[in-house]
């Protein structure tokens, strides 16, 4: 009877226990609802790292800025097409002027103007002509003027002077620019010339034909120039352009006319020789007995056997005869003045009192 009692009261003293136990269960069961509220909670900050893409335009936003940077490239483009402009420009608005020297050259100045027509400019230099070249210069240039002989380096410098452009083309009155030179030159100031000075290559009508030989041919002469950068220089014969640049060929021709018959060659070679004699002799040049008899006898064998004279048939033989007569008779010349400089003349009648005695 004890016994059961006991065992009645310790099961009554654990019910408590139990109970509590359960209790304490099932409030610790209630209670992670709320850690799983906590958990639920975190998608606050959830909501706080997905706040984060407001920031995000911000980021976004600099493409904002990009059409400032894609604006630079037209910005760019714009004076890069500015500068082309400009240097298209430049390049289109050169221009030359053709100045041509003359001294009774009624016979030859119409057709060398005309020869010049392509040309921006037309400037006749004229040396006090007897005959009508300044009349007839008046009806092809845009401007004549007349003025003494200075020579011909520096009436030709002077017409240079006198020209609106910088680019100079100088053409001798008896010379005539082809067609095919007319055209290089104009496609060469549309690209724009790169050299200071452009040689040409002139041929020579003596005789009935062409002379493509000889020391005649190709004979180039710088004769398309900037006047910036170059000038004729030379006293009194075979004056000739000096550059300060760049001097390269053209393939165009100039066709000279340079003699009407064997008598105006002979009368212009007396006259060329006489100035080429004193121009030696004021350089200091003296003769030489080899000067007089081998050189004009080289120059002839140059002429007609090293630069194919012969291949011009019987003119080729002339031309190369005369241009040793030429070489030997400017000796000659020279030989004069020196022979003159350092012999005292006789006394005005002297030959007579000699003579009488």
């Given at each position: ?21 359960s209790?304490a ?48 490239p ?44 392509w ?16 009349e ?13 002989w200075?020579?011909?380096?520096a ?16 053409l ?15 496609a ?21 034909r ?33 550059a ?50 081998i ?10 056997i ?10 080729g ?11 030997g008779l ?8 020196c ?9 005005p ?9």
């Amino acid at each position: 009877m004890a016994a059961a009692a006991r065992r009645l009261f310790s099961s009554r003293a654990r019910l408590p226990v139990a109970a509590r136990r359960s209790r304490a269960a099932s409030l610790s069961r209630e209670a992670k609802p709320s850690a799983s509220l906590s958990r639920e909670a975190k998608p606050s900050a959830s909501l706080s790292r997905e706040a984060k893409p407001s920031a995000s335009p911000s980021r976004e936003a600099k493409p904002s800025a990009s059409p400032s940077r894609e604006a630079k490239p037209s910005a760019s483009l714009s004076r890069r097409a500015e500068r082309a402009a400009s240097l298209l420009s430049s390049v289109a608005v050169q221009k030359v002027t053709a100045t041509v020297i003359t001294r009774n050259e009624s016979a030859n100045i119409a057709a060398a103007l005309s020869s010049v027509r392509w040309a921006d400019e037309i400037i006749v230099i004229d040396s006090e002509s007897t005959d009508d070249t300044v009349e007839i210069a008046r009806r092809h240039a845009d401007r004549v003027m007349v003025r003494p002989w200075p020579g011909y380096a520096a009436q030709k410098n002077f017409a240079a002077g006198q020209a609106t452009h910088d680019w100079i083309f100088s053409l001798d009155a008896d010379e005539r620019v082809t067609p095919a030179l007319a055209d290089e030159i104009g496609a060469l100031l549309r690209t724009g010339p790169a050299a200071a000075g452009y040689r040409i290559p002139r041929v020579t009508f003596h005789c009935g034909r062409w002379i493509r030989s000889t020391d005649w041919y190709p004979d180039h002469q710088l004769r398309l120039y900037d006047r910036r950068r170059a000038l004729w220089t030379g006293r009194h014969v075979h004056e000739s352009v000096r550059a300060d640049g760049p001097v390269t060929k053209l393939r165009g021709e100039i066709q000279h006319y340079a003699y009407r018959d064997i008598a105006h060659h002979l009368q212009t070679m007396d006259h060329y020789t006489t100035l080429a004699a004193r121009q030696m002799y004021e350089d200091g040049r003296r003769v030489r007995w080899i000067d007089l008899l081998i050189t004009p006898r080289l120059t002839f064998f140059r002429n007609y056997i090293l630069r194919g004279g012969f291949r011009d048939g019987m003119a080729g033989l002339v031309v190369s005869a005369m241009n040793g007569y030429y070489v030997g008779l400017k000796f000659a010349k020279l030989w004069e003045l020196c022979s003159h400089s350092t012999s005292t003349p006789p006394a005005p009648g002297a030959a007579d009192r000699t003579k009488s005695s």
